[in-house]
Structures are given as C-alpha cells and as structure tokens.
C-alpha cells in the first residue's frame, strides 16, 4: 500500500481504479523509416501481444462481469485482427516508408472516420473503439500505456492536471474522484469537483504508473491510497457508507423552508456549469439556479455556439425550473477559461486582462447573440441575467445600451421576452466600493467571492503555493461584502452571494446578520447551508 | 454459387459481437462468403468491412457462398443470432 497527501477539494470518499489521464495522448510522430520489413514486423508483435492482451481481459471479464459485457474484449481482439485493418497498416509502412506508430494511428483514424460517418448511432460509436484498438498498439509500440481509454467501469481520474474544457468532456457518470498533482482548491476542476460532489485531491505527485490500480481518495483526511490494504480498505468503505447516511438525513430537509430561526426567507439557489447539472439542483431541492456559467456552452464548442444552439440550453434549463428562477451569467472566457477560437492570445496577467463583460463590450456581436438567445428562452421561464467582471458605471450603462438594442430587434421580428431582471456580478474590488453607484442602475447584485477575493488580496487562486497566504475569510473581504450588502438594499437591490463562500457554513450566520437575501451554492451544498440557515440563532 | 435473402430482425442490427462471430466462422470455411446489402458486397470474414455495412434491423441483405453444406450452417446462424 502506498499513500499520499494532498489538499482536499471535497469531503467524501472514493473506491475504484485509478484512470491515469495525459494530455496528448494520441501525439504520435510520423518518422521516415526505410526498413519497411522491420517496421511491419514490429507491428505484428505489438499487434500480436495487445491482442494478447484483450483475450487476458476478455478472460477476467468473464469471470468478473459475465459473457455479455465481456464479448467487447473478444471484438476488439478480433478488430485487430480484421485483413483490411492490417493490409492499411502494411500498405502505409511500406507505401510512405514510415514509422509504425503512425501507420496504426492513420489507419485507426480512417477507421474511426468511417465509422463516426455512419448514420446510425450505434455504428456511429464504434469509432471509439477502432481508436482503442489502435490506442493500445500505439502504447504498445511506443511504450507508453497512457492510451487505453476510460473504459465502462467508473474510476478515479488521476492526472498531472486538468484544464476546465477537459474536466468537461469527461463522461460524468464514469467519475468517482480527481486527483491531480497541479491546479489550486479554487481551480475550476476543483470547483466541477464540488458540483459533482465528488471527492478531490490536488498537490499530489502522481505516477503513471498507477493507472489500473485500486485506489481510495479519502477526502475527508486529503489522503490518496494506492493498492490500500484490507483494513484500510474496510475503514474506507465504512466511512463512505456514514457519509450516505448523512446524504440521507440531509434529505429530510428537502421541501423544507429556508427560512432563519426569526422567519426571514433566504433565497437558496445552486451554481451549475451546464444543463445537465440541472438533474443535481432539482435533486438537491434549490429553489433556483443563482449562476448558470454559461461559457461551458462555448468551452464545449470548437466554434462559437449559435443563438439557436444557446436559446435551446437556456430554454431546456427555464424549463426544467418550472417558474423557479434561473440566473444566467453571460460569457466569462478569459483567463484561466481558454477559448481557441476566440483567438485571445497570451497575456502576462490573464487574470486582470482581456475577459468576460471585457470581451463582450468589444465584440459587441458575440454579446448580442448570448443576450438574443437569453431573452428569447426567458418567455419559457424566469430567467434573469447577470454580467461578470464589473469594474464601472459606464460599463453597466453600455451593456444596458446594447439590452435595448437587442429588445429592439427582438421586438421588429416579433419574437416575445419576458421582463428580464439584470444584476452585476461584484467581483472586482471597484465595484464593491463603488456599488452605491452601480446599484442604482440594475435589480441585483450576486457577489463572486473567488475572484473577489483573489483581486482584494492580490493572491492568484491557480497557484497552489500560495494557498498558505489565502485567508478565505480575510477582514477585508468580508467588510466588502458587508458594504455590499448595505450599498445594495439602500438602493433597492437585492444581494447575494454565488462564490464559495457562499457554501462555507462558518460564515452563514455572519452572512445572515449582514442581511444577505440570496445564497447559490454547488448543488451538493444545498441541504447543508439550508440547514445551518434554519439553525443560524 | 448458393446465397439466400434475409430480412435482419436483431434490435441493433449486425452489431460487433454478431459480426465477430460470423468473421470467424467464415475464416473457417474453405469457400468466401459475402454478404450484400443494397450494391455493396463484403467479404464475410471482415469484421470491419461487415460493421461497415451499418446493417440495421429490418434491413434485407443477401448471404452467398460456394459450398451449399456451409449455406445451411450461416442459415442457422442468422436464425439464431440476427
């Protein structure tokens, strides 16, 4: 049994295989090789033992998981040794005298394509596994066994680091933990993590060659086991089952008010990163979403996403509400958010640079596209929308500009909208001392403490080295948001909060005598702040 | 040369596990068998190129081969399996 520390993302624990990921998994080198023979028979060696291989897994399958689920195996054994599949690979060692490796990458490519072009869904997915087949050859010949993919079983995903638009792709369903050697408690992974109720580690050194083995992520000590042993693995498995039994209980708080001891109602909504998380909110039993991020639908995209394609999340997620309220915060790339095709390009201090509402008052029609899709899905709805990264009056006053614009063209095609209620996120130091003068132009405010905070203390939540000097309940921020809070309700708005913060229940009390109206939190935090509301004296 | 009509009445169509098992029985026959849909013919023994059919459920395809005992045999295999 090997163990290792990190820091904690989430309180809950994991038991499963460990899925090593690596970037660039399938970055394989085309090489001139003018041995054609020595090149083929290195193939047929690499091919012979991965089908090997799928006849050893096809073997423990069939013992472990029964005939059915175990026939993929046999299959993949039998693709690799399919005459066309081989003749291609022949054909491109000896016609473009190249390295193996690329000649069963090509060949697993065209197979794929082939397949992926089939108009039915099923064939359609067997392109996943030619390029598993092929995968695991190239891994062979290449030495490196990062390829094989994440496979039918859930496991936990440990890799060196994940970006965002990575995390995204991963099949959900599939996930049991993260565990990652770079990225911070406020990355975004980290935060998916916390959504997803999953439990995380980052700081770990991690190895490769742990992929396939057991491991336990137990979130509550920030502890990583590789090959745990029995007793260890008997503790885990108790602690996982307390912590459904306190799942259970917190579910008795579903349906229930959320309501303070002296009877004041506190609006309770959850964070979401995409429609699908709307399943976890209505699970949860938020009374709404108070942050829809709604760059997800153009992380997801290799291209921006069409106001059709937009109108038809936000109306599925107005929808699904069924009249509760749904908070859409308007792109919010940049940053440690990297979108290609918005060709942003690199900056010294990306944090402080060109992002988010910044983005959107210079490319005017990205914006107007969002806004359209957002006003036309609030006929479906109650939706309201919210603009990040505000530092001025002006900003809010052109953005308010362009609004009109919108209705207006909204209005000459005759499509309807509702009244849609606009706040600012106040996630800049500027405009928190300034949200005397911002409120008076919008219906709410939704403090970001992440960057509220990162920005107030000058600490850049990606660096883990610097989580010893982040204070996340530093004086100064909460004296912001206090001033907030009070700028706010003299002025007609409401408040609240959709950072972390607002799921940290040593400060939900704080939050309420400062007269917070509105908390949205990750779906999973839900019953958890609705009950230290109720219990809040 | 022998061949029949069949009509596919599996869900899925000819999926991977069925074309697996089909490959390789066609592999053990001393005659090629192939397999028509529409005007596309494959050899039997080629996984990929039978899963590259997309044959579906409903779908009818014609089974040929030259030896009229292993025509019986695929008869019953399409029966049972597809």
Known sequence: MEQYTGKSIYKSVAIGPVYFYSRGEQQVKRCKAEDSQAQLERYETARDRAVEELQQLYQKALKEVGEVNAAIFEVHAMMLEDEDYNDSVKNIIFSQQVNAEYAVAVTGDNFAQMFAEMDDEYFKARAADVKDISERVVGILSNKRAGSSIGREPVIVIAKDLAPSETVQMDKSRLLGFVTELGSSNSHTAILARTMNLPALIGVPVKEEWSGKLAIVDGYQGILYIDPDEETLEKMRKKQQEDRERSRLLQQLKGRLTVTPDGRKINLYANIGSVSDVAAVLENDAEGIGLFRSEFLYLEKDTYPTEEEQFQSYKLAAEMMAGKKVIIRTLDIGADKQVEYFHLGQEENPAMGYRAIRICLEEPEVFKTQLRAIFRASAYGEIAVMYPMITSVEEVRRIKAIVEEVKEELDARNIPYKNVEQGIMIETPAAAVISDMLAKEVDFFSIGTNDLSQYTMAIDRQNPRLDAFYDPHHPALLRLIRMVIDNGHAHGCWVGICGELGADLSLTKEFLQMGIDELSVAPGMVLQVREAVRKAE | ?82
């Open chain 2, 1 to 82: 040369m022998g061949s029949f009509h069949y009509v596919i009445k599996d869900e899925i169509g000819i999926h991977a596990r069925p074309a697996g098992m089909l490959a390789k029985m066609a592999k053990g026959f001393d005659s090629a068998v192939t397999i028509t849909k529409g005007e596309k013919t494959v050899d039997a023994s080629k996984l990929m190129a039978v899963m590259g059919l997309g044959v579906k459920k409903g779908d009818e395809i014609v089974i040929s081969t030259d030896n009229t005992e292993d025509l019986e045999i695929l008869k019953k295999f399409f029966e049972e399996n597809l």
